[in-house]
């Protein structure tokens, strides 16, 4: 402490600055790095601990939000015997600081509602303002997306590699879409072209086999029976039917099939992959007649 106050009083000399302010800063600064070489070195002793990828996340958070509390005490504690005519001060700009930190403060608020309300949680898949993607990250102020589907780049609902920063205020001001907020699973439809003198039965027949025999979804229709049962008292939704089902509709010469299933989102293309190699396998082998234009 000595030292700390020759080296106050010394730049006191030099700034003009009172040496009590000057050295009440200095153990500030010195107590912010202290918090913070103790949060990283808390955080890699963890991750030697524990290999998941999500738990070192949701530790590395939590220590985050921790040091910034144990900052605020510390701070509050060594400028105790000023704070109030810090207050005074502050009450005369707080008026300028809210006017021109406005976005700020509304993101800030914003990030308390998404806390709170849980709109979407981190790994959730969302669309908000014509962005769709993965939830990767939720800050005070913002939020990140790994983006999906871009039609000019990447199709099939896959990453683009991209990833969108945005600001909490997006919450109040577009409406949300939360993939897998009630449920894990989406309706996924694949439209199949027949010849109108096609045996539609037949044909229907070797689709569902190849729809139930796909490892992916055959499991799927009694997970979202057992999801939509929990998620029964918070939203009114309801299915009459979760299995695969194909509807039929004649369009212009020739009859269009629509398989239509639940499938997880993250995994909609590789599905619809496999589903399409199965159709073509029974097509060539004369199974089922895809229509020819």
Do not use: C
Not at 36 to 57: A, C, G, H, P
């Amino acid at each position: 402490m000595e030292n700390i106050d020759k080296l106050a009083q010394s730049l006191s000399n030099i700034t003009t600055i009172p040496a009590e302010y000057i050295r009440l800063t200095i153990l500030t600064l010195m107590a912010i790095i202290i918090v913070k070489i103790l949060k990283e070195i808390m955080v890699r002793i963890y991750m030697k601990m524990y290999t998941s990828s999500r738990q070192r996340y949701m530790y590395n958070k939590k220590m985050g939000v921790f040091s910034i509390i144990l900052d605020g005490i510390l701070i509050i504690l060594i400028w105790e015997s000023h704070i109030e005519g810090m207050i005074t001060l502050i009450s005369f700009v707080s008026a300028a600081i809210t006017i021109a930190l406005r976005e700020l403060i509304f993101n800030f608020f914003s990030g308390i509602y998404i806390k709170m309300a849980k709109p979407f949680e981190l790994e959730d898949r969302i669309e908000i303002n014509n962005l769709k993607g993965d939830v990767v990250n939720i800050n005070a102020l913002s939020f990140e997306i790994l983006e999906i589907g871009n039609e000019d780049r990447v199709n099939g609902e896959q990453s683009t590699g991209r990833i969108a920063h945005i600001p909490n205020s997006h919450v109040f001001q577009y409406p949300i879409k939360n993939y897998i907020k009630a449920f894990k699973y989406i309706w996924a439809e694949i439209v199949v072209k027949v010849d109108l003198k096609a045996d539609l039965e037949k044909t229907k027949q070797v689709l569902y086999d190849i729809v139930m025999r796909n490892d992916v979804l055959e499991q799927i229709p009694d997970k979202m029976e057992d999801q939509i049962d929990d998620a029964s008292l918070d939203y009114r939704i309801y299915y009459n039917n979760l299995k695969p089902i194909i509807y039929t509709s004649v369009v212009d010469n020739h009859v269009e099939l629509y398989i239509r299933y639940l499938v997880h989102p993250k995994k909609a293309r590789g599905t619809e992959d496999s589903i399409w190699r199965n159709i073509l396998e029974a097509n060539k082998n004369g199974e089922i007649q895809l229509y020819d234009e």
